[in-house]
């Protein structure tokens, strides 16, 4: 299957600071990324959906001030948690959509990434 | 919101198959059936997908009923490795008209030697 990598695994921070999250696609184009978010013994979150080129759209309750994403090119999207609090803390996944595969829908056309487990002190 | 029900556990000892049930009861007649499982501390992995036929591959086995209101997920050889948290997922159109997968509960299995 196609493959998703993130960077970083993980990462320590200070509250008040910012974060960077990476999420490429390594071997296809992803016109459309997804990020969700995973708190301890919890379903994944649905956050927001990144577009290639084009402003995310958040789902309900999530800041888009706070959480920006970028779409700058086919194979990756960044999620940036600004001024992180211990709240934020949390398991932070990001999935791309294939899009050579997503006409013939003969197989699933959504990846995930292995996650990045955001810690914030 | 997630359009799915789910048992929150399930045991099943190895070399047995496991089958996962879910309800999907106000499924719309385009949206497709997704499962997934989650390792701990992985990103999801996908398994399986389907409309309304069948459909097999070399992980599991998916039945959708006829009416589509519920589906079950087969693992015919479970092993120690399969256990995980299987996601049953409805895809669906947001406004914008893209696809989004939005995850339920899921059930937990577990494998037992």
């Known amino acids: 299957g196609a493959v998703v990598s993130q960077h970083p695994s993980r990462v320590i921070c200070k509250s008040g600071t910012s974060v960077k999250i990476e999420c490429r696609s390594l071997d296809f184009q992803a016109t459309t990324m997804f990020w969700y978010r995973q708190f301890p013994k919890q379903s994944l979150m649905l956050m927001a959906t990144?577009?290639?080129?084009?402003?995310?759209?958040?789902e309900q309750g999530v800041e888009k001030d706070k959480f920006l994403i970028n779409h700058a090119s086919l194979t990756l999207s960044t999620l940036t948690v600004t001024s992180a609090h211990p709240e934020d803390s949390s398991f932070y996944i990001c999935?791309?959509?294939?899009?050579?595969?997503?006409?013939?829908?003969?197989?699933?056309?959504?990846?995930f990434g292995p996650g990045t487990r955001l810690t914030v002190l | 919101d997630a359009k799915t029900t789910q048992p929150p556990s399930m045991d099943c000892a190895e070399g047995r198959a496991a089958n996962l049930p879910c309800n999907h009861s106000t499924i719309s007649g385009n949206e497709y059936v997704y499962w997934y499982r989650q390792i701990h501390s992985q990103g999801p992995q996908y398994i399986i997908h389907?409309?309304?036929n069948n459909e097999t591959n070399e992980m599991a086995s998916l039945i959708i009923t006829e009416d589509r209101k519920s589906s079950t997920l087969i693992l015919p050889h479970a092993t120690l490795r399969d256990t995980a948290v299987y996601y049953c997922?409805?895809?669906?159109?947001?406004?914008?008209?893209?696809?989004?997968?939005?995850f339920g509960t899921g059930t937990r299995l577990q494998v037992f030697p």
């Open positions: 997922i409805v895809r669906v159109a947001d406004r914008y008209n893209t696809d989004k997968l939005i």
């Open positions: 999935s791309a959509r294939d899009l050579l595969r997503l006409a013939s829908q003969s197989t699933d056309t959504q990846y």
């Open positions: 389907g409309l309304k």
């Open positions: 990144s577009n290639e080129g084009s402003k995310a759209t958040y």
